[in-house]
């Protein structure tokens, strides 16, 4: 059983279902691809919203379950073994759940480590450099004199969603015919590139094919729909 004593961060937001497992998050492109896997295996859990716009990251309850002050992060009461897991980064945690659930990872080793690839791809390289763009193009960076580093995010998010492009070229998703969480982790940074950002036209988005019909084929997933507006 969860409980605050284990798990401070639940002084602060308690579990009023400690059966289930806790995400703390909010729905950014990070926070979201938890929340959206979630909803496509069906687990129960109970979401509670981190406001990072008042750093509540940055508070020492948080903090106590990750020490690197992001969302998201979860607690399965029911980790492996039957003892309570705390995870953090979610990367590491779409490949938890997947593995927990047996679903939207491949079972075969290979197809396995090549849809790992794409998901590490992800991190180190997508939500970086989209994230610094937005920052550049619509946020506080806007104002800076120095347009080169605009540039440089502009000119590598571009890159990018080419080596994405090039990737989904006759295929429905990021490994062929099959969703998992390869497109799990991508989805919600390129949907916020061209909304939330504004970036569309820079990164020159309406020049690609199989992007946007892979977008348009994940955002009518129910679960994604939902997953995105998690936590309310």
Not at 1 to 9: E, K, Q, R, S, V
Not at 122 to 133: C, S
Not at 192 to 218: Q, S
């Given at each position: ?9 639940l ?26 896997l979630?909803?496509e ?42 003892k ?7 990367g ?29 791809f ?18 506080a ?36 015919t099959?969703y ?49 507006t998690?936590?309310?």
């Open positions: 059983m969860l409980d605050a004593t284990t798990f401070p961060i002084g602060r937001w308690p579990a009023a279902h400690p059966d289930r497992l806790q995400l703390f998050s909010t729905p950014t492109p990070n926070g979201v691809k938890v929340s959206i979630l909803e295996i069906g687990l129960p859990y109970e979401a509670h919203r981190i406001d990072i716009g008042a750093n509540e990251t940055w508070t020492p309850e948080y903090l106590s379950l990750n020490p690197n002050g992001k969302i998201p992060a979860i607690i399965d009461p029911d980790g492996p073994g039957g309570p897991l705390a995870l953090f980064e979610s590491a945690i779409l490949v938890y759940l997947a593995e927990k659930a047996g679903r939207f990872i491949p079972a075969d080793p290979a197809a396995r480590y090549e849809t790992l690839q794409w998901v590490f992800q991190m180190a390289a997508i939500g970086p450099m989209f994230g610094q763009l937005g920052f550049f193009h619509k946020f960076g806007r104002e800076y004199e120095d347009k080169r580093p605009h540039e440089r995010y502009r000119a590598e998010t571009q890159r990018l969603l080419g080596v994405l492009e090039a990737r989904l070229a006759g295929r429905d998703w990021i490994m062929g099959d998992t969480i390869a497109d799990i982790a991508i989805l919600g940074w390129v949907r916020n590139l061209i909304g939330f950002y504004g970036a569309r036209d820079i990164v020159g988005y309406d020049a690609l094919k199989a992007v946007p019909a892979w977008l348009e084929r994940g955002l009518a997933r129910p679960a994604v729909q939902r997953g995105l998690v936590p309310a």
